[in-house]
C-alpha cells in the first residue's frame, strides 16, 4: 500500500479540496465583517496615496468606493509579475537540486 493511503491511484485530494471549501465558506461569512476591521487600513491608504476614490477608479476594492487606477493597476501588475517570477523560478531551481541528488 502506498504511503498516501490511496492504493497507488495517485494523491487522494479529499483533504485539500475540504480545507479550500472550509475557506472559501469562511471568507463568504466573514467578508462583510472584516470589510468593517479595515474601514481606518482603507482610510489610511486613501490617505496615503496607496488607492483614489472617485470616477477614475479602474479597478475597485468590493464594497469601499476605493480602488486603483490606471497608474497603480499597472504598477500593481508588475509587481504580481515580479513575485510570480521569482516564485517560479524558485521552483525550478529547487526541482533541479532534487534531480541533482
Known sequence: M??????????????????????????????????AFLAPVQRWALDSGIVVSGDSVLIALPGSGVGLDLGRTLVAGAVLAFFLLVAVWSAARARHRRREL
Open 2 to 35: 502506498s504511503q498516501d493511503g490511496n492504493s497507488g491511484q495517485g494523491k487522494d485530494y479529499t483533504t485539500d479540496f475540504i480545507v479550500l471549501a472550509l475557506a472559501a465558506a469562511g471568507l463568504g461569512v466573514f467578508g462583510s465583517a472584516g470589510a
